[in-house]
Nanobody
Framework: QVQLVESGGGLVQPGGSLRLSCRAS????????MDWYRQAPGKQREWVAR???????NYADSVKDRFTISRDIATNTVYLQMNSLKPEDTAVYYC???????????WGQGTQVTVSS
């Protein structure tokens, strides 16, 4: 069982930055894919970014060149650096950990990001 705890959300003005953290309860990077998702009010949850086992990163078109996913192996933490934030980035952001075949997956509790002036 892996527990994921997100932090770092908050209120930020358009154009600002935030860094989200997702700390796992165990060593997760050897066999797991790490994703960030988000869900805005009244909308379906959408995929935002991925960090593959190899360390390769992928992003949704809506956040490409603004968001960066990274990891700290020593602390079992995944980060999402969000720059040039827009009001449409407002959502609850979730961390997800799963094996490549989705035989198991774990979710964090989510952290709220609000972009507003």
């Amino acid at each position: 069982q892996v527990q994921l705890v997100e932090s770092g959300g908050g209120l930020v003005q358009p154009g600002g930055s935030l860094r989200l953290s997702c700390r796992a309860s165990g060593n997760i990077f050897g066999a797991n894919v790490m994703d960030w998702y988000r869900q805005a009010p009244g909308k379906q949850r959408e995929w935002v970014a991925r960090l593959n086992i190899s360390g390769r990163m992928n992003y949704a078109d809506s956040v490409k060149d603004r968001f960066t996913i990274s990891r700290d192996i020593a602390t079992n933490t995944v980060y999402l650096q969000m720059n040039s934030l827009k009001p449409e980035d407002t959502a609850v952001y979730y961390c997800n950990c799963h094996d490549p075949k989705y035989e198991y997956e774990y979710w964090g509790q989510g952290t709220q990001v609000t972009v507003s002036s």
